[in-house]
């Protein structure tokens, strides 16, 4: 369960989506998320991109990360 | 059906009541059928290697037994068993080593006996089963150790070929007569290999040097890697 403070709203995701959000440091890239999560699981590389990015997407349309043109991962919002 | 639907569980743990508790509880499982038990490590490769079970639970307590090498003994013996690593707690050092020596998946003591059942049958599928707490941590832990070898061979890439023939004996644990006598120079030569090798590493001896680039799987292939 994620909490916006500003919005005060309550996020439900499942384990990978909250293991996600806890790498969008502002320091980590999407593709280290991606090799690492194949590296673990042995899914395809493609699947997990496709993935991966789609989770990023949806965690940034519930404002629950930021991008920033430096941090190609986002972070999470103070 | 090509495929036997019945999962054969080797078990390991030191505790003779564990495991009979767990043994009555699994074979109530249409699916599950626990073939062997073993109380030690040692034990726990014999039985694998003969029973070729498809998964086996094993205590990360046993890994003492043979300094940790365990989970890789048994993968090399039985190479399609898929390995369920059960430890005291969520340990993320345990965790990491375990999935590192081939481990498919790790449950605590701690977790409900119905997430082990559930685990069991994951591994089975193919899949890897981490407890959801520890996910974040561990894809952390594996994006810095990434970092941390792609650090390594950046430095290694600094080296010429000949230095890199010096690094991986030095790894081995050549001493510089031995070098020189493998690549057929003089001991002199091979010293100052070394010494060229460990300035450009950034370490001060042939110890951190070895420990630098760590496990053997990164020196497959360190020769040819670069000019």
Known sequence: MLHDPESEELHFVNATAAAIWELCDGDTEESEMVDAICQLTGMPHDVVEEDVSTLLRDLDAAGLITWSEETPAGAAPP | MDQDPIIRILLADREPLFREAIRMVLDHEPDLLVVAEAAKGCGAVALAEELLPDVAILAADLFDCDGGGLVGMIGDRAPACRILVLAPAEDQNVLLAALESGAAGFVTRTSPLNDLILAIRAVHRGEAMVPPAMLGPLLAALIRR???????????????????????????GADSRTIADELVI??????????????????????????????????????????
Not at chain 2, 150 to 161: F, N, P, W, Y
Not at chain 2, 194 to 202: C, E, H
């Open chain 2, 186 to 227: 003089s001991p002199e030569t091979a010293r100052t290999h070394v010494q060229n090798v460990l300035t450009k590493l950034g370490v001060h001896s042939r110890i951190e040097a070895a420990a630098l680039i760590g496990p053997d799987d990164l020196l497959d292939g360190l020769v040819e890697m670069g000019p």
């Open chain 2, 146 to 172: 990434r970092r941390e070898q792609a650090a390594v061979l950046q430095r290694i890439s600094m080296l010429t070929r000949r230095e890199r023939e010096v690094l991986v004996l030095v790894r081995r």
